[in-house]
């Protein structure tokens, strides 16, 4: 999606504010981490430097209501997303172009900075904290989902997706069983097994928010580093599916992580490099992560501070 007027993401913007949660309850149960080891340097590198769009504002005051209302908090048919975040939703192959493709090159190059929170793992007890944070800062978030137990097979999960659509974030893949050996036996990627993965997914999804869910950004468990990996892009290219890493993080997927919200802020700054232009930033929606929840504040207004608006892939 090309970049919108000011004028015309500020209306989106407004729309997605007053869509957001009223009220959310805790619930999940078992860790969404998976057994087995991810490789080593799974992590990306950044683009190049200097911005583009903005997430819903927390502090609008005015949007639609009625049907109208509902309409544009539920999913919009052949969409990962609501109506409401059509304003600062963009394709995953374009960012997988900003990022790993042809970079600036391509010509939906962002010219204004633009960052992309992402949470993988979820849903879990943790997501309407996150979602509640979230709403506070006045920013939107792309859900890298699991669909089996380990995320929308918990108790209450299908309720914390219809959330996440309704606050103005979008819903993207990242696994069904977050299995390592299963996905990348002998540390390799199989594209029959991923493809497998990916379509049980989609489903688990459909079933929660209808068959009108479309989605072209899905994320590799462990990142893109495993070996054999181009086999598996081309098959998942066919389902129209685009692998997006992360070129930041907070640390939440390490042993080392930081014990604070603030600690974990400073770590997926310091991670960002020096200040590319297109921002994805790994976090994760695991159960009981408070000091991931309480880094969003900090985060957000630092990201804010350096000139970044937000968006979310479709």
Not at 88 to 98: L, R
């Amino acid at each position: 999606m090309k970049t919108l007027p000011r004028a015309v993401r500020a209306a989106a913007l407004a729309t997605a504010a007053a869509l957001a949660l009223t009220a959310c309850q805790g619930g999940g149960s078992s860790d969404a981490q998976s057994s087995g080891q991810a490789p080593a340097g799974s992590s990306s590198a950044g683009a190049s430097a200097a911005p583009s769009a903005s997430g819903p504002d927390a502090t609008a005051s005015a949007g639609p209501s009625g049907d109208a209302a509902a309409d544009s908090a539920a999913l919009k048919p052949g969409t990962n997303h609501s109506a409401a975040a059509d304003g600062y939703a963009y394709p995953a192959k374009d960012v997988h172009d900003w990022l790993w493709g042809r970079k600036a090159k391509s010509p939906t190059y962002p010219k204004k900075k633009l960052a992309f929170l992402t949470f993988d793992d979820g849903p879990t007890n943790s997501t309407p904290r996150t979602l509640k944070e979230l709403k506070k800062a006045g920013v939107p978030a792309s859900f890298f989902i699991i669909g089996g137990d380990k995320g929308l097979g918990r108790p209450k999960s299908a309720g914390y997706l219809k959330d996440e659509i309704a606050q103005g974030n979008s819903v993207c893949i990242h696994s069904y069983t977050h299995s390592f050996p299963l996905l990348y036996p002998g540390r390799t990627a199989s594209p029959k097994a991923i493809v497998k993965d990916y379509t049980k997914t989609v489903s688990a999804v459909r079933d929660v928010l209808g068959e009108d869910y479309r989605v072209g950004c899905q994320r590799y468990p462990g990142g893109h580093g495993w070996n054999g990996m181009k086999p598996a892009d081309r098959a998942m290219q066919k389902k129209g599916a685009w692998w997006i890493d992360w070129n930041s993080e907070n640390g939440d997927g390490t042993d080392t992580a930081s014990s604070t919200g603030a600690g974990r802020a400073k770590q997926a700054l310091s991670t960002l490099g020096s200040n590319p232009r297109v921002a994805v930033i790994l976090m994760h929606d695991y159960k009981d992560n408070d000091a991931t929840i309480e880094s969003i504040a900090p985060l957000v207004k630092a990201l804010k501070k350096k000139g970044y608006d937000f968006g979310v892939m479709s």
